[in-house]
């Protein structure tokens, strides 16, 4: 294991903005091994979740393995100690345990009485409220108690409403500058400051590390964080999404960070010898003879009522249940857009009542089913829900051989798709294929009579197209493995 120490959350996908795939999160600088800290500002308006991310930060390093044995304080200008400590208690701290309330410049943190305590907090009165006392004060807990490295001021620039700005500016300067103090042997600073949309604030210039949080000014609208700076380290730019529950902060990061990061994991892999899987119904087989490039996307759209649905159900079965799918215990995907999954499992096990494979009995089991049908649930949850299933299914060694995006023209008419169907749908092809997991997207055009391709038909390799002749269901293959075919066969 590593020596070097990150501040982070219980969160991968917050490590993730740190460095993609391999992101560890914010670096904590060291000199010859030694602890040397770094400073960190997390900014936004009132209300978008800076004290929930600083506590966590500040919780999840001292729960650590690289930070054991240190303690932490947080130094509260805004909420009341017990009201901090009913929030802290959700990242797995207990009150009664692991949290002291001490008095501002009357208690400081001391080993011979403050025992086993991990985290202490106090409350910064505005009669006290200046940061040359609370620099002080710091450096008074510190040098009292060695293992004192965690360090929270929320929020910092309540100060500067009670002093004049040029004083308050040279004391936000000598504060920072503590975290790279020797003589304190470094500290991990943690700042929470109120800020204003579009601002530039003179507090961003100096911390090694600046996080904004913002939120819709509407009930439903998305709430972002964006790392505006990390000195010395890599990190995705722009903004991604990120919800709040009950343990916290949840980050989705941005499809284009996804992008780059699925780029980057696939550039210099060895290619391999072409291998080729059938589709799962016995007409369409015999068309595309030898098969569908294994981990290639394939495109089947047409008018409703014309068995988009059956020949889903069937393309999953042949990975699960065909007389000699990959693995035993290989897994499949179905995300959908517009059927639910009570009505999909339905189509399932019509499908298997039909096969007599020996694999064909837990066939259903082995189906996980993302519905993504909520009008509101942001394309980078959805996004972030598949990737944890595949990685889910490949730690359990069965990974996912199929998956079927069923209902994308729905993508045009969900509100939190707005302008962004398309670069969901591009990237989330390019992740399965970088899996090798051969795709099924189902679509359909708005009106049956319409003639124009939907808006799958250039990242897929193969195309059929379904539609009716009177009674008569009819398949057009059109492409197999970017070679035109142009054959029809009967369905059923």
């Not at 119904?281 to 003879?289: M, R, S």
């Not at 049956?448 to 002749?469: F, H, N, W, Y």
Request: aromatic fraction near 8%; include cysteine; glycine fraction near 8%.
């Amino acid at each position: 294991m590593s020596d070097r120490k990150y501040l982070t959350i219980d969160d991968p996908n917050f490590k993730f903005l740190f460095g993609g795939l391999e992101g560890k999160g914010i670096h904590v600088a060291e000199l010859d091994g030694g602890f040397v800290g770094t400073s960190v500002l997390i900014e936004g308006y009132a209300g978008t979740g800076k004290t929930i991310l600083a506590c966590q930060l500040c919780t999840h390093a001292l729960n650590s393995e690289a930070f054991q044995g240190t303690k932490g304080v947080i130094y509260s200008l805004d909420q009341r100690p017990e009201e901090l400590g009913r929030l802290i208690c959700g990242f797995g701290f207990s009150i009664a345990e692991h949290i002291a309330t001490l008095e501002f410049n009357k208690e400081y943190v001391d080993p011979q009485t403050c025992g086993n305590y991990r985290l202490f907090v106090k409350h910064v009165a505005h009669k006290n409220a200046n940061i040359g006392a609370l620099w002080q004060e710091i450096q008074n807990d510190q040098r009292r108690c060695k293992e004192l490295k965690i360090v929270v001021v929320d929020t910092i620039n309540s100060l500067l409403k009670l002093r004049a700005a040029t004083e308050y500016a040279e004391q936000f300067r000598g504060l920072i500058e503590l975290s790279r103090d020797a003589n304190l042997g470094g500290l991990v600073l943690i700042l929470t400051l109120e800020s204003v949309p579009g601002d530039s604030m003179f507090e961003e210039y100096v911390p090694n590390c600046v996080i904004q949080l913002s939120k819709g000014d509407t009930p439903g609208l998305r709430r972002s964080l964006e790392v505006k700076k990390i000195r010395n380290q890599q990190h995705y730019i722009g903004t991604h999404d990120f919800d709040i529950g009950e343990k916290g902060i949840f980050v989705f990061p941005s499809l284009h960070a996804r992008s780059q990061a699925i780029r980057v994991a696939r550039t210099g892999t060895d290619s391999t010898q072409a291998s080729f899987i059938p589709f799962g119904y016995l007409p369409i087989d015999e068309v595309i003879n030898p098969g569908l490039a294994r981990g290639s996307t394939t495109l089947l759209w047409g008018a409703p009522g014309t068995f988009k649905t059956n020949l889903s159900a069937k393309f999953l079965l042949a990975g699960l249940a065909g007389p000699a799918p990959t693995t035993p215990q290989s897994s499949a995907l179905f995300v959908t857009f517009k059927i639910d999954s009570a009505a999909f499992r339905g189509f399932l096990r019509k499908e298997v009542g039909g096969m007599a494979t020996p694999t064909a009995k837990n066939a259903e089991a082995r189906t996980t089913i993302i519905e993504a049908r909520d009008p509101f649930e942001l394309p980078t949850s959805v996004f972030t829900r598949i990737m944890q299933e595949v990685a889910r299914s490949e730690s359990e060694v069965r990974g996912i051989e199929r998956a079927v995006v069923f209902g994308l023209r729905r993508l045009y008419q969900l509100p939190a798709y707005r302008d962004s169907e398309w670069p969901f749908l591009e990237v989330l092809v390019s992740f399965l294929q970088s899996h090798q997991i051969s795709t099924l997207l189902v679509d359909w055009p708005e009106e049956p009579s319409q003639v124009a391709p939907p808006m799958a038909i250039d990242l897929c390799a193969s195309e059929i197209k379904t539609g009716r002749q009177g009674d008569r269901v009819l398949l057009d293959i059109r492409r197999k493995n970017y070679e035109l075919v142009g054959k029809i066969v009967d369905y059923g």
